[in-house]
């Protein structure tokens, strides 16, 4: 019994010693007691110490800056005072990068626009611009210069008529129309830019009304029976009769088919695929026929 008591006590102090080596193991290290908070203070300020003496300019730095102390960086937390050379060279480049007319970037400077060698507008382009600030409200066909409305599409029961996408045109490039035109966006375009173009410079703008003979009819070429449907009855065809002029004049195709007249309808075929007239086949001496028909041999030109 007192041999078992012996050996327990043996094995609990040999536990206790290995936990002692343990706590010696840690990697938490134990509080110095011999170390006041004074004293720690005092170690702490020798570390500062250390550290300023380390960064304490060279010789060459201390000519840079003579007048400043050997333990600055222990009395202030300031940044050192910029070199002089630096300043100075600083001050001398933002001095250059105000300087009139340079570019630090290294491009060439533009070439400065002599504006009065810039001509002046023409009298057509400056009709053009002014139509184009006009108000896009009316217009038809994408152009604010064809003024009119979009209908529903147009139907027959004859084979070949009918006007898918149709419009009714009431004026173009600023000249009314004598009737509203239902045609279709093709020969609204061709026409609008025939009277911007040609027919209004050529009455030197004093154009105000087309006169309309036909556009959209359900009908044979020539009102021939047995003949093939008339561009007139696929919404691609116009004939205009006479234009007016704003001091009232009328110049009909049947009775003032002069040299002025002559030139514009020639012109036309640079604009319509189609252009029939006085001479050109007997069906067409008192007025202009215009279509936009999809011709392949190119246009035709009577």
């Not at 333990?71 to 001398?92: C, F, Q, V």
């Not at 556009?215 to 009769?241: P, Q």
Request: net charge positive; charged share 25%.
């Amino acid at each position: 019994m007192r041999l078992r008591a012996i050996l327990l006590a043996l094995s609990l102090c040999l536990s206790q010693g290995a936990f002692a080596q343990e706590i010696d193991r840690s990697p938490r290290p134990p509080a110095n007691p011999k170390l006041s908070p004074i004293v720690q203070a005092a170690d702490v300020a020798g570390h500062l110490q250390a550290q300023a003496e380390a960064l304490v300019p060279t010789a060459s730095a201390a000519e840079a800056v003579p007048d400043l102390p050997s333990d600055a960086l222990l009395r202030s937390l300031r940044p050192l005072r910029r070199p002089e050379a630096l300043t100075t060279r600083l001050a001398g480049l933002k001095s250059a990068s105000n300087a009139p007319g340079l570019d630090l970037s290294g491009r060439e400077p533009d070439d400065e626009i002599d504006l009065a060698a810039i001509p002046p507008p023409t009298r057509k382009e400056e009709r053009k611009k002014r139509r184009e600030k006009a108000s896009t409200a009316g217009s038809v066909c994408g152009v604010p210069a064809i003024k009119g409305e979009e209908i529903a599409r147009i139907g027959s029961k004859v084979s070949g008529c009918g006007v898918e996408n149709p419009v009714r045109v009431t004026s173009v490039a600023g000249v009314r129309l004598s009737q509203a035109a239902t045609v279709d966006c093709s020969i609204a375009k061709a026409l609008n830019s025939w009277v911007d173009e040609v027919a209004q410079p050529a009455f030197d703008g004093k154009l105000v009304e087309l006169q309309v003979a036909a556009h959209y009819i359900c009908r044979s070429r020539n009102n021939v029976k047995g003949a093939k449907v008339s561009e007139h009855g696929k919404g691609r065809a116009i004939d205009i009769s006479a234009f007016i002029l704003s001091n009232g004049k009328v110049l009909t195709v049947a009775q003032n088919y002069n040299k002025l007249l002559r030139r514009i309808y020639k012109a036309g075929c640079g604009y319509f695929k189609t252009t029939l007239g006085p001479g050109s086949d007997g069906y067409h001496e008192d007025h202009f026929h215009f279509d936009t028909s999809a011709r392949k041999g190119g246009a035709y030109c009577r």
